[in-house]
């Protein structure tokens, strides 16, 4: 996951919801994109924008962003080190959904400091430490 943070992605990749590059990248009515699994998840409970709040009248209508894909997927082959590192991130989340893994499988690494929890967004401070936002 750090080999993503410290990369140059285009934050445009970013799906604004789970903030990982995406892989299905859809354009809502009001034309912002999204991961499509997690803007379906969004709108089975919401029926607006997360990124300007309005109102989304055909939650349904979700449009294939392709420009958007084929994009991503241009700077995918070119950087092996963020496709190997997402499958890695991945497979670590996956382990953690599986009930009653201890937290001594995660990677210490992947785990705040300060916290000992799964980092999301991290941020290196200037100790060189990464932390949680």
């Not at 990982?20 to 859809?26: A, H, N, R, S």
Request: hydrophobic letters at 35%; one cysteine or more.
């Amino acid at each position: 996951f750090f080999a993503i943070v410290t990369m140059d992605v285009p934050p445009d990749f970013l799906c604004p919801l789970s903030l990982e590059i995406m892989q299905d990248p859809v354009v809502t009515e009001d034309g912002h994109s999204y991961e499509r699994a997690k803007i379906e998840e969004w709108l089975r409970y919401r029926r607006t924008s997360p990124m300007t709040g309005l109102a989304i009248a055909n939650p349904e209508t979700l449009t294939p962003n392709i420009t958007l894909r084929t994009s991503i997927q241009d700077f995918m082959e070119k950087n092996r080190a963020v496709t190997e590192e997402m499958g890695r991130l991945r497979d670590l989340r996956r382990r953690l959904a599986e009930p009653g893994r201890p937290s001594a499988a995660v990677p210490a690494g992947y785990l705040c400091p300060l916290s000992s929890e799964l980092m999301r967004d991290p941020v290196t401070a200037e100790d060189g430490c990464n932390y949680e936002r």
